[in-house]
T-cell receptor, first 111, second 116 residues
Framework: QKEVEQDPGPLSVPEGAIVSLNCTYSNSAFQYFMWYRQYSRKGPELLMYTYSSGNKEDGRFTAQVDKSSKYISLFIRDSQPSDSATYLCALIKAAGNKLTFGGGTRVLVKP | NAGVMQNPRHLVRRRGQEARLRCSPMKGHSHVYWYRQLPEEGLKFMVYLQKENIIDESGMPKERFSAEFPKEGPSILRIQQVVRGDSAAYFC??????????????FGPGTRLTVL
């Protein structure tokens, strides 16, 4: 069983819709949670970083963490065609140093 | 402020040759991480280095792979006697090294290695 599970998609939505992405994890040692965006043939780009249960908002992006359920989410409001990319969740254990990634969800926002 | 730089961006090698991948961290960053992204798979951690030290190499294959981050110059990921299964995108990330668990890791554009 993978440490971090993420639905690979693809997730296709119309422009302006809310995109909902999530990851589940099995190890409660994970304490820091990130979402990266990766365009085709590019490096991952950090979108959101959270470390406590609850919501964190930044512009059109909201990250949600539920440590009791070992479940993290990313919501993208008012989605644009430029949001079409692969979204990766990444987790770090307390006192750790390496990112453990989910497999990524491919998102396609259609104009 | 230039981001993380990797070169070459594309590298083609024949089976049995050596591949050397270079990574220059962001200015002011002293910690470097290497990750590998195999086709249809997620990013997997390989190794974590500080200047002149390997801190964690738990993700490195036991044979043929090595990494260094010298006092001067870029970090190098070296793959000896490449095989077709080494074909992948190799990403380098850097961080300032203030607190590894909470530092943001900034990624480079990657090197795509193709082994013929």
């Amino acid at each position: 069983q993978k440490e971090v599970e993420q639905d690979p998609g693809p997730l296709s939505v119309p422009e302006g819709a809310i995109v909902s992405l999530n990851c589940t994890y099995s190890n409660s040692a994970f304490q820091y949670f990130m979402w990266y965006r990766q365009y085709s043939r590019k490096g991952p780009e950090l979108l959101m970083y959270t470390y406590s249960s609850g919501n964190k908002e930044d512009g059109r992006f909201t990250a949600q963490v539920d440590k009791s359920s070992k479940y993290i989410s990313l919501f993208i409001r008012d989605s644009q065609p430029s949001d079409s990319a692969t979204y990766l969740c990444a987790l770090i254990k307390a006192a750790g140093n390496k990112l453990t990634f989910g497999g990524g969800t491919r998102v396609l926002v259609k104009p | 402020n230039a981001g993380v730089m990797q070169n070459p961006r594309h590298l083609v090698r024949r089976r049995g040759q050596e591949a050397r991948l270079r990574c220059s961290p962001m200015k002011g960053h002293s910690h470097v991480y290497w990750y590998r992204q195999l086709p249809e798979e997620g990013l997997k951690f390989m190794v974590y280095l500080q200047k002149e030290n390997i801190i964690d190499e738990s993700g490195m294959p036991k044979e043929r792979f090595s990494a260094e981050f010298p006092k001067e110059g870029p970090s190098i990921l070296r793959i000896q006697q490449v095989v077709r299964g080494d074909s992948a995108a190799y990403f380098c990330a850097s961080s300032p090294g203030l607190a590894p668990s909470t530092d943001t890791q900034y990624f480079g554009p990657g090197t795509r290695l193709t082994v013929l």
